[in-house]
Structures are given as C-alpha cells and as structure tokens.
C-alpha cells in the first residue's frame, strides 16, 4: 500500500499521476473467518480496521450486499458533534470527537475533518436554560461548549432571520470543536486501513442466511457462497431486523425508518458553520460543502419504510425550514435529495452489545446519530468482540437496558422511535 | 405521497394523517408480568413487506384508522377504522362526514 504524502504525489507526478495503486483490494471469500462483520459501511469498516490494528485481529471480513459505502454512508449530512449529555453517551461522542479529531493522520486519509462549530440556535429562555445545563455538562466532562448571545451569534453569522421570524433567535450554544467530514473519504480511508492489515472487504455478497449450531453462529450463506466464521458482528443498520430475524432471533427495539437529505447547486461561501434550528415542530440542520452546496436534512418522513426513497411534503417542511431561518435561500435550486433507513431505536440510542448467541455480536440502533458515531463505534465495537466483553463506556448500550429501567433518552421522547432525533 | 382511503372521507393524501405505529402490538393486562409489558412496549417485528399499523386522520375525520401497508413498496392493501363500535355508530347515525 503506497503511503499518501506530498513527496508521493510529486513522484507520481513524474508519471502523469496514472500509477496509483488501488486503494483496497478485491478479493474472493476465503472459505472461513476468524471474524466475519456483516455491513461495508462506516461502523463495520470502523470495526474491521480497529480489530486489526487495536486488537491484532488479521483473518477478517466484511461483507456487503451493495458497494462499500453506498447505504447510510452516503446518505447523510454528515455533522460530527459530541453535544450528548446522558451518562455513556456523554464520554462515548466524546471519545469519538477525539478519534475524529486525528483521523486524516490516523488513516493517512484526508477526510476533510473541519472543525468549524456546531451553532445550535435557540428561541426561548427556556430553551436557553436546557442548553446551558447540557453545555456546562459537556465542559465539566472533559469538552468544550459556550453560549453565545444575541450580539456574538450576528456577528458569526449576520444573514440568519433576525427580524421576521416566527420565532424570534435569542442566542445560540456552540461546540467550537464540532463540524463536518467528508462522508466518502472516511469510508474509503478506514476501507484502505484496513485492506493493508489484510482485512478482506467482500462487495456485492449479500448474507442470504445465517447457520445456527447449539446457540452458536457456524457459518453465513451468503449470494458468494458459504462463509464459515469464528466470530460474527452485525452492522447493518436499517436492515437490522432483517437479519436478526435471519438468525431466528426474534423481536428487537428497533424500527426502520427513512430519512432525507438535501443538497442545493453551489454558491459561493455562504455559511462557515454548521447551523441547528429546532423549535415549534421544526427540526433542521445545515452547513455548506466544499462545493459549495447547502447540505441540509430534517425530520424523518414519519412513517415505517425499508424504501430509500422519501416522500415530497417532508420536502417542502425542509423547505419551509430553510426559508424560515436564511431566507436568503428562497431562490436557490435544489439539486438532489435522497434517503436513508434507519435504525430508530426505543429511546434513541444505539447498541453495541453480545446476543443471546455465543459468538454474534450487534452493533445497531444508530437513529440520526450514525456518522459521528462512527469512529467510536467501531472503536468500542471491535473491543466487545476481540474481548468478549463491553468496555464500561458501552455497559448500558445492550439489548436488554429497558428491562433494567435504563433509558438514554436525550430527547425525552418516550418508547416511541419515530419521535427520536 | 401514499395516499389513504379512508373509510370516511374518501382517499385522502398521507398529510393529513398522523403515523401512528405498529397496530399489531396487543397490550397485556394491567396486572401482566413485567416481562409482557416489557416486550408490548419496547420490542417490535419491524417486518420489510405487509404490516399492519395505525394512522390517525388527524386533518380530516380525526378518526383513527388500521392501514395495512407494504414498508418496502408503500402499496397499501387494505384501511378499516380501528375502533369498530365508533364505526357503527357513525354509520348509525347516518354521519359521513
């Protein structure tokens, strides 16, 4: 694997930049694993490559029924923040936060990590004072966070609806160390990770089956062929059920559900940060890409699909929303607009857990949160499966917390997925 | 947008409806184990294909109602309204609104 640096790319200029190695290999599936993680995206990838290099793990796979990275890695808005309040998640997006933070260098990859605050507006005192209380738990616990008044959120961003709205902007709370990353380049840099420590990243093979002996996973059927596994991690959110149900195991606190995300044709600089508008039902998050293209997303479209395809009056919610608080986007042309499925779980947090089988092991449950998430998850993932055992930061992220009482609801919303952002 | 026959008012864009959630959980009784709440409450089939689930005409009617809906496809096979007696009330009561 050719190591990226400036002193590479002027080598290979000499040869009209055409000798590039590919970045990962294809190979065919080897007839057995000692691991086999089920999803080529950002959590499975994660996962492979921190089992290799945290863990020594070598004979590993993933598997992926599509390409590497064309379901919900492809299909976000891709904000990195670690404004989580709730004891476990508060240190787990903190840990990812910092993992983020030194990723291109980590990956040799540039992901395109830009720091460039998370601006979370708000409209009330109240709202003000709940913010308060998260952010100053977030600087007691190892993070940054500030409120900004009136005055400092216009000087920041001047061209947000100060005047006319409906509900009138009174400050903002504001992760300095928050942002966004390139979505592609993070799965293709944790892609390439681990291809060099000899993972085998399997595309177009869909587990078609999962083979069962005394409460032990032995083998997966996949559209490739058998793969026989020692050790088998799910990551495949959206499609979690599915293939639980595969291995005959029942019911889980999750539903699928699609979200949209936006992008408009490009301008010129418009927004430097990433702005968080919440209030009166709505629900909306936007920053500008490289590009040059508004990147926005909103509320999930309400109702339980596997389709990734969204429907149009979420579109014009969107919309309304954009319009509501940078009306200076009314004429902007929509370019596209996608969807992805979800994991929406029972109080809005993730799993990272062992199964009522020996040897499988879930990472699901992702709801919004996913991408952040990612570097963390495969990080604390890869550690529950090389040890058989959850790290404590993970203890409550199991299948079986809401029998035990524990909800890591952040939003308060109660056992109903739908209402989870 | 799926678009609902609503048994009262007719087909109707989705819009007007609220999603209400997955119609086939049937709660336990009040003085159940735990273990059965446990499981009406947080657990759920999440099928991809037909399921049966409630929406509440919330813009029209405001009745609620069983649609039984493809999660993949969106195609819609059957609506009746969730609460049968109320139906034949109305009905009774000759109201169509």
Not at chain 1, 201 to 223: F, H, K, M, P, Y
Not at chain 1, 334 to 362: E, Q
Not at chain 1, 365 to 382: D, H, L, Q, T
Request: with cysteine; net charge neutral; glycine share 10%.
């Amino acid at each position: 694997m050719t190591r990226y640096s400036a002193w590479a790319v002027l080598k290979a200029g000499f040869s009209g930049q055409k000798n590039w190695d590919r970045q990962w290999r294809d190979p065919e599936p080897q007839k057995r694993y000692d691991v086999v993680i089920v999803g080529a995206g950002l959590h499975g990838l994660a996962t492979a490559y921190y089992l290799a290099k945290n863990h020594g793990l070598r004979n590993i796979a993933v598997l992926e029924k599509g390409w590497l990275g064309g379901g919900n890695a492809g299909r976000n808005t891709t904000i990195v923040r670690s404004n989580y309040m709730m004891p476990g998640n508060r240190q787990f997006y903190e840990h990812s936060l910092k993992l983020w933070e030194n990723l291109s260098h980590e990956l040799n990859y540039n992901v395109m990590f830009s720091q460039r605050y998370h601006v979370s507006l708000f409209h009330s005192p109240a709202a003000r004072d709940a913010a308060a209380r998260r952010y100053n738990t977030m600087r007691l616990t190892d993070s940054d966070g500030e409120l900004w008044d009136l005055a400092t959120l216009k000087t920041n961003i001047p061209h947000l609806n100060y005047n006319n709205a409906r509900f009138p902007i009174i400050g903002a709370a504001v992760q300095k160390r928050a942002g966004n990353a390139r979505h592609d380049a993070v799965a293709w840099g944790y892609a390439r990770g681990a291809d060099g420590y000899g993972v085998d990243i399997i595309q177009n093979c869909e587990v078609t089956g999962v083979t069962r002996v005394d409460g032990q996973v032995t083998a997966l059927e996949t559209s490739r062929g058998r793969i026989e596994a020692g050790k088998v991690g799910f990551a495949v959110a959206g499609n979690t059920s599915r293939l639980w149900q595969m291995a005959g195991l029942g019911r889980l606190p999750i539903e699928s559900h699609k979200l949209q995300a936006f992008v408009s044709e490009p301008l010129k600089p418009l927004l430097d940060h990433v702005v968080v508008f919440g209030v009166g039902g709505a629900h909306f998050y936007i920053s500008q890409s490289d590009k040059g293209g508004m990147v926005f997303g909103g509320d999930l479209d309400w109702y339980k699909s596997y389709a990734q395809r969204g429907n149009l009056p979420i579109v014009q919610d969107v919309a309304e929303c954009a319009t509501s608080i940078l009306p200076c986007l009314g004429r902007v042309r929509l370019l596209r607009h996608w969807s992805g499925v979800m994991d929406m779980s029972m109080d809005g947090s993730a799993f990272i857990c062992k199964t009522p089988l020996d040897n499988l092991y879930l990472n699901a449950g992702w709801n919004y949160g996913g991408f952040k998430a990612s570097p963390a998850s495969g990080w604390y993932f890869a550690d529950l499966i090389a040890n058989d055992r959850p790290d404590p930061v993970i203890a409550n992220l199991d299948l079986d917390r809401f029998r035990r009482g524990v909800i890591i609801d952040e939003r308060g919303a109660g056992p109903d997925p739908k209402l989870h952002g | 947008m799926i678009r609902i026959n609503c048994p009262f008012c007719g087909p109707r864009d989705h819009s007007e409806f609220t999603y209400g959630g997955d119609a086939s959980i049937v709660y336990p009784a009040l003085d159940a184990p735990m273990d059965d709440w446990h499981d009406a409450i947080f657990l759920r089939e999440n099928p991809c294909g037909m399921q049966s689930e409630t929406w509440h005409h919330v813009n029209g009617c405001r009745m609620w109602l069983v649609v039984e809906r493809d999660t993949m496809t969106h195609e819609i096979r059957s609506v009746r309204p969730a609460h049968q007696g109320n139906a034949a009330v109305m009905s009774a009561a000759g109201d169509k609104s």
